[in-house]
């Protein structure tokens, strides 16, 4: 039962509620971001990236409207996207600084094996 409400409201969009502890990050690949919606699909939270070369990813920035600040909501996109990295076995430079302190307080060796020092 609760497999399939988390699948009717993944498929109702990743909505953020400030009252709920579940944060889903949806990565839209095209446009080479991971998102969590806000408040509806009104407000976003983005980390954005780019490639870089064949297996090279350069995660460039992170962004959090400033009412959602502080509540650790960029720690979902971080993680997301250093599990992309890891997933699709490729290699990243870690241009945004709050992926570097992310890694820094996170300390995963599968993150250090993928990142560019």
């Known amino acids: 039962m609760a497999q399939a409400a988390q699948a009717a409201q993944a498929a109702q969009g ?7 502890s579940q944060i889903q990050v949806e990565h839209d690949k095209k446009r080479r971001q991971f998102v969590i919606r806000l ?35 960029a720690k979902h996109l971080a993680k997301a996207a250093m599990d992309f990295v890891v997933e699709e076995d490729l290699k990243a430079h870690l241009t945004c600084w709050y992926i570097q302190k992310y890694v820094k307080e996170n300390p995963q060796p599968q993150y250090f094996e993928h990142i560019y020092q």
């Open 14 to 20: 990743n909505v953020f509620d400030a009252n709920s």
């Open 39 to 73: 408040n509806g699909s009104h407000d976003r939270a983005v980390l954005l990236y780019d490639y870089v070369g064949k297996k090279t990813v350069d995660l460039q920035h992170t962004e959090v409207p400033d009412a959602y600040r502080g509540r650790g909501i």
